[in-house]
């Protein structure tokens, strides 16, 4: 490519372009940049600190609009009102319109000083790629590539090879369509966002249309082959040339548009019949140019409500109140030589396929008019619809997308109302049970073992886990928070699984030692536990942390499936936790059908690792369906899938808690001794010192009474003189065998003497009033 000059054509359309988006014309107003804190008194009238964009915005009185220095890497200054009747930040975010990136002036002067525009578009390619954008950079990026389209039609004139000509232009057609597919990916929604609703309409009827430039200029030139397609991941571009003598009709996409890209499943479809174009053909042929957007539809949102249908009975009949119009289709264009709102003799079939299927009715076909920058019905109409798909005709070429109401009746927000009850209640539940179990484990005194430290890890990590997806899954306004607490449900949902698959290697270690005591491990456990979750949540977000946190939930973004950061991991845990446990399974029954090769303590320890294998694996099995549920709930979204999470979320609680504490027979000796031990709990729930440390002096038995045995002083057994029991103490009819002979002196100076067991009983003192008879 050669150096190219500006004409003055150009600095005129570029000047226009930069009026539109307002960039140099906007009116300062006035702002304080740092408001004194107002007296407690006072602060009913100003709009409250925030952190937004990583800018702190100080207190500022309602109807003024604060003003801040751009973040860093940008310059410019950004912009917040403060609304009034109540204070309040207008806008979910601040306008950061004129915050433009450093390398944005470095591309103007370059393609003012004449260099290549092919490749400047390629190195912009490469930015909007890999670089976080500003609200400011979205603008300029379209003036830019405004400037290099602009610059490429007044060079390729000049260019007498067709071959060489047709060249230049798709290397640009395909630097223009990835610049404006990186525009529209979602870690850029953010860059939108600090643009306001008017300009985000402004800017992506500009993108669309310097599309259209580019493929048109390549269209024009193209006398290689008959048809050309190209797919970036958020718009599919096809040129054709079709010969009106020899096709029907021409239909986009064809195959051969979408196979092996990500456009495969793609559902809408334009229908053109070639008797429409018999008007527009030259010599027979004619060129159409068809394209396809992703996400567009959500920066060109209603202004204003379309005029409702009066034909429409869905009010009427269904009951259906507080309905919002949005754009519930792709964009989906097709234009013929060049030329928008074509009048075709037959009119055109468009079949758009619904983003949203619930709760939406009334649908109209609609196009983007880029003059008046509104979506407008004229000359399209409904032909039929169903809960998926909307079938549209028109009389001529354009943009087409689908309007349509969502609307919610009575019916609805009461399953809502009984949906977030439930879900908050089972949650809830879940949280309790955790905690309790973490609590005994902790405090309980004398227990000890690896296994204990291991299920107190357990049941701390799924109780954070919990706290961390009730309170942030729906902190979608802040995109830093929003990412910090998807990452933290990734580490601790991570640091869960992985401490399940150590307590199977445990249990392994332990059948493997066969049952002997070993050496703890606790402190290597801890090191792999919470060590390599953070390695994994570490390399996924330098990897991609825009992949943090999508529109709806804080979570993994699934539609990338940047979700399997988590999965892969998790289920690889969960795969080689079961493999352990089941060779456990299998060693323990070997070991136990040679019993004679071991001890015979072994067959109970044998008994009790078969046990705590299937606690173990019912526990795996309980974790695994719970959150499996809850990512089938963030993908879905539906009232199922919250029904399911909650059960299973309180389902494994409860099971914990069970295992854990109840069924764990260390954790009941160690809590009930603790339990006794208490010093403040009230004397009938804890055992007497004094109780424990003095012997009874007789057992009594079912009215009968026994001397028990008492330590003996220089060979001699003997005990003093024993306090008569009254009726009250009285027990369960036994036998005692004495152990030795000792004389016991009673209260009437009788003594009663005592064999090597023999059966010694005694009648109540029901029975006698004056002592004991034999």
């Given at each position: 490519?050669?150096?190219?000059?500006s004409?003055?054509?150009?600095?005129?359309?570029t000047s226009?372009l930069?009026?539109?988006?307002?960039?140099?014309?906007?009116?300062?107003?006035t702002?304080?940049n740092?408001?004194?804190?107002?007296?407690?008194?006072?602060?009913?009238?100003?709009?409250?600190p925030?952190m937004?964009r990583?800018?702190l915005?100080?207190?500022?009185?309602?109807?003024?609009?604060?003003?801040?220095?751009?973040?860093?890497?940008?310059?410019?200054?950004?912009?917040?009102?403060?609304?009034s009747?109540?204070?309040?930040?207008?806008?979910?975010?601040?306008?950061?319109?004129?915050?433009?990136?450093t390398?944005?002036?470095?591309?103007?002067?370059?393609?003012?000083?004449?260099?290549?525009?092919?490749?400047?578009?390629?190195?912009?390619?490469?930015?909007?790629?890999?670089?976080?954008?500003?609200?400011?950079d979205?603008?300029?990026?379209?003036?830019?590539?405004?400037?290099?389209?602009?610059?490429?039609?007044?060079?390729?004139q000049?260019?007498?090879?067709?071959?060489?000509?047709?060249?230049?232009?798709?290397?640009?057609?395909?630097?223009?369509?990835?610049?404006?597919?990186?525009?529209?990916?979602?870690?850029?929604n953010?860059?939108?966002?600090?643009?306001?609703?008017?300009?985000?309409r402004?800017?992506?009827?500009?993108?669309?249309?310097?599309?259209?430039?580019?493929?048109?200029?390549?269209?024009?030139?193209?006398s290689?082959?008959?048809?050309f397609s190209?797919?970036?991941?958020?718009i599919?571009?096809?040129?054709?040339?079709?010969?009106?003598?020899?096709?029907s009709?021409?239909?986009?996409?064809?195959p051969e548009?979408?196979?092996?890209?990500?456009?495969?499943?793609?559902?809408?479809?334009?229908?053109?019949?070639?008797?429409?174009?018999?008007?527009?053909?030259?010599?027979?042929?004619?060129?159409?140019?068809?394209?396809?957007?992703?996400?567009?539809?959500?920066?060109?949102?209603?202004?204003?409500?379309?005029?409702?249908?009066?034909?429409?009975?869905?009010?009427?009949?269904?009951?259906?109140?507080?309905?919002?119009?949005?754009?519930?289709?792709?964009?989906?264009?097709?234009?013929?030589?060049?030329?928008?709102?074509?009048?075709?003799?037959?009119?055109?079939?468009?079949?758009?396929?619904?983003?949203?299927?619930?709760?939406?009715?009334?649908?109209?076909?609609?196009?983007?008019?880029?003059?008046?920058?509104?979506?407008?019905?004229?000359?399209?109409?409904?032909?039929?619809?169903?809960?998926?798909?909307?079938?549209?005709s028109?009389?001529?070429?354009?943009?087409?997308?689908l309007?349509?109401?969502?609307?919610?009746?009575?019916?609805?927000?009461?399953?809502?109302?009984?949906?977030?009850?439930?879900?908050?209640?089972?949650?809830?539940?879940?949280?309790f049970?955790?905690?309790?179990?973490?609590?005994?484990?902790?405090?309980?005194?004398?227990?000890q073992?690896?296994?204990?430290?291991?299920?107190?890890?357990?049941?701390?990590?799924?109780?954070?886990?919990?706290?961390?997806?009730?309170?942030?899954?729906?902190?979608?306004?802040?995109?830093i928070?929003?990412?910090?607490?998807?990452g933290?449900?990734?580490?601790?949902?991570?640091?869960?699984?992985?401490?399940?698959f150590?307590?199977?290697?445990?249990?392994?270690?332990?059948?493997m030692?066969?049952?002997?005591?070993?050496?703890?491990r606790?402190?290597?456990y801890?090191?792999?536990?919470?060590?390599?979750?953070?390695?994994?949540?570490?390399?996924?977000?330098?990897?991609?942390?825009?992949?943090?946190?999508?529109?709806s939930?804080?979570?993994?973004?699934?539609?990338?499936?940047?979700?399997?950061?988590?999965?892969?991991?998790?289920?690889?845990?969960?795969v080689?936790?079961?493999?352990?446990?089941?060779?456990?399974?299998?060693?323990?029954?070997?070991?136990v059908?040679?019993?004679?090769t071991?001890?015979?303590?072994?067959?109970?320890k044998?008994?009790n690792?078969?046990?705590?294998?299937?606690?173990?694996?019912?526990?795996?099995?309980?974790?695994?369906?719970?959150?499996?549920?809850?990512?089938?709930?963030?993908?879905?979204?539906?009232?199922?899938?919250?029904?399911?999470?909650?059960?299973?979320?309180?389902?494994?609680?409860?099971?914990?808690?069970?295992?854990f504490?109840i069924r764990?027979?260390?954790?009941?000796?160690?809590?009930?001794?603790?339990?006794?031990?208490?010093?403040?709990?009230p004397?009938?729930?804890?055992?007497?010192?004094?109780q424990?440390?003095?012997?009874?002096?007789?057992?009594?038995?079912n009215?009968?009474?026994?001397?028990?045995?008492v330590?003996?002083?220089?060979?001699?057994?003997s005990?003093?003189s024993?306090?008569?029991?009254?009726?009250?103490?009285?027990?369960s009819?036994?036998?005692?065998?004495?152990?030795?002979?000792?004389?016991?002196?009673?209260?009437s100076?009788?003594?009663?003497?005592?064999?090597?067991?023999?059966?010694?009983?005694?009648?109540?003192?029901?029975?006698?009033?004056?002592?004991?008879t034999?």
């Amino acid at each position: 490519m050669g150096e190219f000059s500006s004409s003055t054509g150009l600095l005129d359309r570029t000047s226009t372009l930069k009026t539109v988006f307002h960039l140099h014309t906007e009116t300062t107003p006035t702002f304080h940049n740092w408001q004194p804190s107002p007296s407690f008194s006072e602060r009913e009238e100003f709009c409250a600190p925030t952190m937004a964009r990583n800018i702190l915005w100080n207190w500022t009185r309602q109807g003024e609009v604060a003003v801040q220095q751009c973040p860093g890497g940008s310059t410019g200054r950004s912009r917040w009102q403060c609304g009034s009747s109540p204070p309040r930040w207008v806008g979910s975010f601040p306008d950061l319109s004129n915050c433009q990136s450093t390398w944005v002036e470095s591309l103007k002067r370059r393609i003012n000083g004449g260099d290549s525009v092919v490749g400047i578009a390629a190195e912009l390619a490469v930015i909007t790629r890999t670089k976080p954008l500003f609200g400011g950079d979205i603008t300029q990026t379209l003036v830019i590539l405004h400037r290099l389209v602009s610059k490429l039609e007044d060079r390729v004139q000049e260019i007498t090879d067709d071959k060489q000509r047709y060249q230049v232009i798709r290397e640009m057609l395909q630097s223009v369509q990835e610049v404006s597919s990186n525009l529209l990916e979602e870690f850029q929604n953010q860059s939108w966002l600090d643009l306001p609703v008017s300009q985000q309409r402004l800017a992506t009827s500009a993108l669309i249309q310097r599309l259209e430039q580019i493929t048109w200029l390549l269209a024009d030139s193209q006398s290689y082959g008959r048809r050309f397609s190209r797919a970036e991941s958020n718009i599919l571009v096809s040129i054709r040339l079709v010969e009106t003598w020899a096709a029907s009709v021409v239909y986009f996409p064809v195959p051969e548009d979408v196979e092996g890209t990500r456009w495969y499943r793609m559902e809408d479809s334009i229908l053109l019949p070639a008797a429409a174009l018999l008007g527009s053909a030259l010599n027979g042929v004619v060129k159409v140019v068809f394209v396809a957007y992703n996400r567009v539809e959500e920066f060109l949102s209603l202004e204003i409500n379309l005029p409702v249908d009066m034909g429409s009975t869905v009010s009427s009949v269904t009951g259906l109140t507080n309905s919002t119009q949005v754009i519930n289709s792709r964009l989906i264009s097709a234009s013929v030589d060049n030329f928008r709102m074509v009048k075709l003799h037959q009119p055109v079939t468009v079949t758009l396929r619904h983003l949203q299927e619930e709760n939406m009715s009334n649908p109209r076909c609609v196009f983007w008019d880029f003059d008046s920058r509104q979506w407008s019905t004229k000359g399209c109409w409904l032909r039929k619809t169903n809960t998926t798909h909307t079938v549209c005709s028109c009389n001529h070429l354009t943009n087409f997308a689908l309007v349509m109401e969502v609307t919610v009746n009575q019916a609805k927000r009461t399953e809502n109302v009984a949906v977030r009850i439930i879900f908050t209640v089972g949650c809830a539940l879940a949280l309790f049970f955790l905690l309790v179990t973490f609590v005994i484990l902790q405090f309980v005194r004398n227990l000890q073992g690896v296994r204990s430290t291991i299920h107190k890890n357990i049941s701390l990590c799924l109780f954070l886990a919990e706290a961390v997806f009730i309170g942030g899954i729906d902190q979608i306004n802040n995109r830093i928070l929003c990412g910090v607490v998807a990452g933290l449900l990734h580490y601790f949902l991570l640091v869960v699984f992985v401490w399940m698959f150590l307590e199977s290697f445990q249990l392994f270690l332990m059948v493997m030692k066969t049952f002997k005591a070993e050496k703890s491990r606790w402190k290597w456990y801890c090191f792999l536990g919470y060590g390599f979750p953070v390695v994994v949540v570490g390399v996924s977000a330098i990897v991609d942390p825009y992949s943090y946190g999508t529109m709806s939930f804080c979570w993994l973004k699934m539609k990338n499936y940047y979700v399997f950061s988590f999965v892969g991991p998790a289920l690889a845990f969960v795969v080689v936790c079961v493999f352990f446990l089941v060779l456990i399974l299998c060693q323990v029954c070997y070991k136990v059908q040679n019993a004679h090769t071991i001890k015979n303590k072994e067959p109970t320890k044998a008994s009790n690792v078969r046990i705590w294998c299937r606690e173990a694996l019912l526990i795996v099995l309980v974790t695994s369906l719970t959150w499996g549920s809850a990512l089938w709930f963030l993908f879905e979204g539906t009232s199922l899938t919250a029904y399911v999470f909650a059960v299973l979320n309180c389902l494994q609680g409860v099971i914990i808690f069970i295992i854990f504490c109840i069924r764990d027979l260390e954790v009941r000796k160690a809590f009930w001794k603790t339990h006794h031990q208490v010093d403040w709990l009230p004397k009938c729930c804890r055992k007497s010192k004094t109780q424990d440390s003095q012997p009874s002096l007789y057992v009594h038995t079912n009215g009968l009474m026994t001397a028990a045995p008492v330590p003996s002083i220089s060979g001699q057994h003997s005990v003093g003189s024993p306090v008569l029991p009254t009726p009250t103490s009285v027990t369960s009819l036994s036998s005692v065998t004495t152990p030795t002979m000792e004389v016991i002196e009673g209260p009437s100076n009788v003594g009663y003497q005592v064999n090597h067991h023999e059966f010694y009983h005694t009648r109540s003192p029901i029975y006698s009033h004056g002592g004991f008879t034999n």
